[in-house]
């Protein structure tokens, strides 16, 4: 049962592709939230994560929250550029823009290319 549990964990990091080279897109969005409204805030997050799983080009999205409550940290993998720009400007995606503004104070979302990878087998 550990070595089950220990390879769906193992499964479920390796979504994530961090590395450097040819790699995907990367998009890092920084959302900035008072504390009680981050669970709010993440939930819609949530939302729009599993609406962009069903998009074309989609790899993965990583929802991390900071401990003091103040942030939200969305990693975004995505086949291409503009796979992603589509994705982003879907209807759908962009419903509950005015409520998600409400729960934020500064949403800050920047694309990025992974320059160093230092893991734990090298």
Request: charged share 25%; net charge negative; aromatic share 6%.
């Amino acid at each position: 049962a550990v070595t089950r549990q220990i390879h769906r964990q193992s499964s479920e990091v390796s979504m994530t592709h961090i590395r450097a080279g040819n790699q995907p897109v990367t998009q890092i969005t920084i959302v900035d939230s008072e504390p009680d409204k981050q669970s709010e805030a993440l939930s819609v997050m949530t939302e729009r994560a599993r609406f962009m799983a069903r998009q074309p080009g989609f790899i993965s999205i990583s929802l991390h929250r900071s401990l003091d409550g103040r942030r939200i940290v969305n990693y975004v993998q995505w086949q291409s550029r503009d796979l992603l720009r589509s994705a982003h400007q879907a209807p759908e995606f962009r419903k509950e823009w005015g409520h998600f503004d409400q729960l934020t104070d500064e949403i800050d979302p920047n694309l990025y290319e992974v320059a160093q990878v230092i893991d734990g087998g090298q």
